[in-house]
């Protein structure tokens, strides 16, 4: 026998492997433990009932109801869990990743049901609005995915959303003034909140393009340049002049027939219209990026810009457009915070959410399916966290309000694990 | 077509480039373009693709002049440029990455042709023998097809002029004998070739004409069926070079490396060191040949403790030593020759006298008390500096801005400067010029004459052949074959290092 032979016959399971095989028994152990948790919390609250309703048609119209109890949903939740133990323990391979969210659905519901300790919850609020909610989250998505494709690092979405929404209230309130026509004055100051939040990307670009200037620390800059102007125009003029700072509201949109169907139409077909446009811009977007000429060079930028530059295309250019278009986008999903939420600019308002976003798209893999899907998670966090702070659950409102937040440390550090974003995005390209 | 430069000139801040070079290459011929590092091969090549304009000079095609302002009208003009870094993107397939910059579209929007392009590509690929499945994502491919890819994307943008940069730099020595065959194929159907090249033997084997490029000027002309090795070297280093350093038969003492079934892992966790067996005496030289990536880069990271072993026994000198760091590694006595010398063997922004005292500056005399002594420090760099014979203006001057020759020697005399018993030097001469490679390898042999044991790692046949032992070829993670330097051949060698077993144990 050669030693080559030996070697192959010999071959150890080596450090890694054994690694591997002792994470997966851990983990196998870990969904044991929480299984059992799961029946002991069962075996305590089977006398809590779990009332969960529906609008059929409208909004106070009337209800469908699910009624369980608390015990009876901790008991899924136990089985789920279970269930991913014993298949986590038989083999190491498995991707449990995927898995997880079969055993955490059922908790999240279970845990719900345990806050809301017997009242009746109306889950068409929760789930209209965690599409609502996902909706900026997601386009900020979208515009982080157009930037780092293209290969610049975007972490000035928040900022440009911040000023979005600070230019689309003012600009609403004034057309409004000026006109009385609440629809030009919606569009007027969508639009001019979108252009200026363009200008900034432009600058973002311009800095890290053509002055290769870190594009964390650009981007950086302008977050903190967001917060200061914007602080600055509320507390010096809008809060003293409030007629600058009520634009019209954007209401949301029936779509005819859809709307009609029982129980879902009241989820999905009853809202404002960014949420309609969040849809037909991950199904645009999806389609460009993967499907044309504009979608393959963008990549090409993004993943290796020197194999791009080699045969001819214009790789700054590329950036330039990208994070121009990813300006246009991060102002829309601003706009909407001032304009749908809560008809008035607020200090900050953004709280977040332009990195939130920049989670959704790291928890997507860069693509806009999943980062709309990851949005969802997201919105769903939050619409939640309002429902339980409505329906006064005895739980600190502090504790409620970080519930967004602490799901998207969870999700990104611990769910997400290796994803490949695109090989070359942050570094500056030298162009001949 | 014919292609034609006149008195091209390129200068850069501090350097003339290209310095009135005039080339020509007739339809259907191979012109073997040779040079060294720095000889200004690179500019030119960029200049002849549009991503630099030259300061002066024209070009010509077909005798009409054309001026390429950037690497589309080159494009267009009909040269087509394979990069000795494959210009490809990883994640793409291969029909994106060949179609990539000339896609065609079908509607409005902008739509991909993707069934086009596929067809295309596979009509080209038949029609050339370019055998490659167009479906296959580039990364997945090995560099011999990637470098096939290359080659297609020149041809579908109707490339009649192909320009190949160190095309053979990442192939085994059967993929370069593919490439050959694929070349003199497509010189044949019209094609004109411009390959460049340092390794003597290529241009002889596959170049109609040979231009030989020094110091950005064309230093001469030869003929491949007349000319010699030794005087294309003597032509591209400028002076007579002894292309084979003189050394006298191995003295092999005690054994001071001992490795047992060694396997080691890679960054992606995959098993790169696959159950290595390996002995190495005191007083010989063991080349390691290879294709990059067959496990030479862990091998050499697990002797020297840049990365802990899965399984298996490393002794050096009667220590086992498997389980130790670097610097416990470093202070038995062990020179590490690192094979990226800009990222591992020096810190650029660092000065030549602080590069000189990375591994013992904390140790007497450098230092005491946490406090270095930089007179004792100082006065060992100038003598290193001496000793090795390094170019600099003085030993303040930072290691970055030396040539890649003297930056090695400054690895190698920081090395030497304490007392060896094994030296571990990694693609040693990666990069240098002709003369630099003379010399260290000359420091090589005498170390070994001085009684170390001392492996050479390398992907040169040449490097191999000229200055092993004993060579031990590896693919695919695992030694295949031990040869005793006086039967290797580039044929036998070729062989195995493209996973035949061949020798198993001959001279082991």
């Known amino acids: 026998m050669t030693a080559a032979e030996a070697a192959l016959t010999m071959r150890p399971e080596g450090l890694a492997a054994r690694k591997a095989l002792r994470n997966s028994r851990l983990r196998g152990a870990a969904f044991a433990v929480f299984a059992v948790l799961a029946g002991y919390l069962a075996s305590r609250s089977f006398d809590v009932a779990a009332t969960f309703s529906f609008w059929i048609d409208k909004q106070g119209g009337e209800t469908a109801t699910l009624s369980t109890t608390v015990g009876a949903m901790w008991v899924v939740a136990a089985i789920a869990t279970a269930l991913v133990g014993v298949l986590q323990l038989r083999s190491a391979e498995f991707r449990w990743r995927r898995w997880l969210l079969v055993a955490i659905a059922p908790w999240i519901a279970a845990l719900l049901g345990n806050l809301l300790a017997g009242k009746a919850a109306v889950l068409t609020n929760v789930l209209a609005g965690s599409l609502e909610l996902a909706a900026p989250i997601s386009m900020a998505a979208m515009a982080g995915i157009l930037s780092e494709r293209s290969g610049m690092l975007n972490i000035a979405l928040e900022g440009k959303m911040l000023v979005g929404a600070c230019v689309a209230a003012i600009v609403g309130s004034i057309v409004s003034l000026a006109t009385g026509n609440a629809v030009l004055a919606v569009l007027a100051a969508v639009v001019s909140a979108m252009l200026v939040a363009a200008l900034l990307g432009l600058l973002l670009a311009w800095l890290g393009i053509r002055h290769k ?127 749908a939420t809560s008809s008035s600019f607020q200090l900050q308002m953004t709280a977040g959410k332009g990195f939130i976003g920049l989670a959704a798209m790291i928890f997507g893999a860069w693509h806009p399916v999943g980062a709309f899907l990851a949005a969802l998670v997201f919105g769903f966090a939050d619409a939640t966290q309002s429902l339980l702070s409505i329906l006064g659950v005895d739980v600190a409102p502090q504790i409620l309000q970080s519930i967004p937040y602490v799901v998207t440390i969870v999700v990104v550090a611990g769910v997400v694990g290796r994803v490949r974003g695109p090989a070359s995005a942050g570094q500056p390209y030298e162009q001949g | 077509m014919r292609l034609e430069l006149r008195d091209i000139t390129k200068r850069f801040p501090g350097v003339l480039a290209n310095d009135r070079i005039s080339i020509s290459a007739d339809r259907g011929k191979v012109l073997g373009m040779l040079g060294e590092n720095g000889a200004g091969k690179t500019t030119l090549m960029n200049i002849l693709s549009g991503l630099y304009k030259p300061d002066s000079g024209q070009i010509f095609i077909d005798e009409t002049e054309r001026t390429f302002g950037d690497p589309v009208a080159a494009i267009e003009a009909g040269v087509g440029m394979v990069h000795q870094h494959f210009m490809l993107v990883p994640v793409f397939d291969v029909v994106e990455a060949v179609a990539l910059g000339a896609e065609t579209t079908k509607d409005a929007l902008g739509t991909f042709d993707r069934a086009a392009a596929r067809k295309r590509i596979v009509e080209l690929s038949e029609r050339y023998k370019l055998d490659v499945d167009p ?35 990442v192939l085994t020595p ?124 862990e091998l050499v990271e697990a002797i020297t403790g840049l990365r802990t072993p899965d399984s298996g026994a490393i002794s ?30 020096l810190i650029s922004p660092m ?4 590069n000189y005292i990375l591994d013992t500056y904390h140790e007497a005399p450098y230092s005491r008390n946490g406090v270095l002594n930089l007179k004792v420090v100082r006065e060992r760099a100038a003598q290193g500096v001496k000793d090795f014979d390094i170019r600099t203006p003085s030993i303040d001057t930072y290691a970055g801005a030396l040539s890649g020759g003297n930056q090695q020697k400054v690895v190698v005399a920081r ?73 290797a051949t580039y044929e036998n060698l070729g062989l195995l290092m493209g996973g035949a077993t061949y020798g198993e144990g001959t001279a082991a």
């Not at chain 2, 000065?351 to 602080?354: D, G, R, S, V």
């Open chain 2, 415 to 487: 090395e030497f400067s304490v007392p060896v018993q094994l030296v571990i030097a990694a693609q040693p001469t990666r990069g240098l010029d002709v003369g630099s490679i003379e010399y260290i390898h000359r420091r090589l042999v005498e170390q070994r004459d001085a009684g170390a044991a001392i492996v050479i790692v390398s992907t040169e046949l040449d490097e191999v052949l000229a200055v092993g032992d004993r060579i031990a070829v590896m693919y695919a993670g695992r030694i295949v074959g031990i040869l005793a330097g006086d039967d």
């Open chain 2, 135 to 169: 479906d296959a994502r580039i990364e997945s491919l090995p560099v011999g097809v990637r470098q096939r890819v290359e080659i297609l994307k020149a041809l579908y943008r109707r490339s009649d002029i192909l320009v190949l940069d160190e095309p053979s730099a």
């Open chain 2, 316 to 345: 050096i000198g009667g220590k086992r030593t498997e389980k130790w760091g670097p610097r416990q590694v470093s202070n038995l006595g062990v020179a590490h020759i690192p094979e990226d010398r800009g990222r591992d063997g």
């Open chain 1, 213 to 339: 200037v870190d594009q964390i620390i650009a981007g950086t800059v302008i977050n903190i340049g967001a917060v200061g102007i914007t602080n600055f125009i509320f507390l010096r003029i809008l809060s003293r002049a409030t007629e600058y700072n009520s634009p019209p509201p954007v209401q949301a949109v029936r779509i005819p027939v859809l709307a009609d169907i029982p129980v879902l139409g009241p989820i999905f077909f009853v809202a404002t219209p960014y949420v309609y446009i969040a849809y037909a811009m991950v199904a645009i977007l999806t389609y460009m990026i993967y499907r044309t000429r504009w979608g393959l060079r963008l990549r090409a930028a993004g993943e290796k810009p020197a194999a791009a530059g080699t045969v001819g295309i214009n790789v700054l250019q590329i950036r330039y457009r990208a994070l121009i278009l990813a300006g246009l986008i991060s102002g829309l999903a601003g706009s909407y915070l001032s304009l």
């Open chain 2, 351 to 354: 000065t030549i006298a602080e």
């Open chain 2, 174 to 297: 059967y993929e370069t004998e593919e490439l050959y065959a694929i070349i003199r194929s497509l010189a044949a159907d019209g094609t004109t070739i411009i390959f460049i090249t340092h390794k003597l033997n290529e241009v002889l084997e596959v170049a109609d004409d040979i231009v030989v490029l020094r110091r950005g000027r064309v230093a001469g002309t030869a003929d491949p069926k007349t000319a010699t090795r030794q005087e294309l070297a003597n032509m591209m280093v400028g002076r007579d070079v002894e292309l084979i350093v003189p050394k006298g038969p191995a003295k092999p003492g005690e054994v001071v490396l001992s490795i047992e079934q060694l396997f080691v892992r890679d960054d992606r966790l995959e098993m790169a060191v696959n159950g290595v067996d390996l002995e190495v005496r005191a007083g010989e030289i063991v080349a390691v040949a290879g294709v990059q990536g067959n496990g030479q880069t």
